[in-house]
């Protein structure tokens, strides 16, 4: 599905990635729908978008509050007009610790936001893609989905959990109008930590690694080309895209070389 003219949904828009996704697919003629928790960082997106000469509308809303997403496809029509396409961007990593030190509510809460979040949006948005001639869903999962990174246990749980609802809602999807794509990035430089409201300990992060981390708008530059050629499954960066080989090959061994990259982290 080509993007221009197309109104597309991207939560996560306020900072980051989701910005980033936001631009480029503003670059390429596309109108967007911003979802974010935070207002005053859809602000900042929409001053850059209208530099941009794009249209785009502005939700601030939490993705796990039912009643706000139930909400949300009326609103987008009505700023924007028919849904064509959804990008679950938006998540959160855990606090860096082991399973064993980890609240439950803060595990919950990563569940919540990262797997409950999109799917409760792609249930409120799915039948409005349904009856358009062709639209796309993009998942945003992680390279910890396949590699496990000790600290990020649940984060990775979540993040393999929409792994595998993509995987198979593009199968339900098969013979539709609805083209589905899931996304492993690896380190890339955004401000998911912070957005998290966790503390990384010294240059760690949900994907850190000995690699040179992805810049957000590369990635974003994928993200939209896989929806543009109806991809099903891309990785973007050399971490990800070694890591996913290592996990085929040999997963514990793959799984020894980053719990040796990341022990000194966990004290």
């Not at 991207?10 to 207002?39: C, F, H, I, N, Q």
């Not at 606090?95 to 949006?121: S, T």
């Not at 009856?131 to 749980?157: C, D, F």
């Not at 994907?207 to 099903?232: G, V, Y």
Request: no cysteine; aromatic share 4%.
């Amino acid at each position: 599905m080509k993007v221009a003219n197309k109104v597309i949904v991207v939560t996560g828009a306020g900072s980051g990635m989701g910005r980033e996704l936001t631009l480029e697919l503003v670059r390429r003629g596309a109108k967007v729908a911003a979802v974010d928790m935070r207002a005053e960082s859809l602000t900042e997106t929409a001053k850059l978008v209208a530099e941009l000469g794009g249209t785009i509308s502005t939700h601030a809303m939490d993705i796990t509050d039912a009643k706000a997403v139930d909400a949300l496809p009326a609103a987008v029509k009505k700023a924007l007009g028919d849904i064509d396409g959804l990008i679950n961007n938006a998540g959160i990593i855990q606090p860096f610790v082991k399973i064993n030190d980890l609240d439950f509510a803060a595990a919950e809460h990563v569940m919540n936001v990262n797997f409950y979040g999109p799917l409760r949006l792609i249930k409120a948005f799915l039948p409005k893609l349904l009856a358009r001639p062709e639209a796309h869903i993009l998942n945003v999962s992680s390279m910890g989905a396949y590699a496990p990174v000790p600290g990020q246990s649940i984060y990775g749980a979540s993040k393999a959990a929409l792994k595998l609802m993509t995987e198979g809602l593009r199968s339900e999807l098969l013979d539709t109008n609805i083209g589905v794509t899931v996304v492993f990035p690896g380190a890339t430089a955004t401000n998911i930590a912070q957005n998290s409201g966790m503390a990384v300990p010294a240059a760690g992060s949900a994907e850190a690694s000995q690699f040179t981390q992805t810049p957000a708008d590369e990635a974003a530059r994928k993200m939209i080309d896989a929806i543009e050629s109806n991809t099903p499954r891309i990785t973007t960066g050399q971490d990800a895209r070694t890591m996913d080989i290592l996990t085929r090959l040999n997963p514990v061994w793959a799984a020894g070389v980053i719990y040796k990259q990341m022990k000194s982290l966990l004290g």
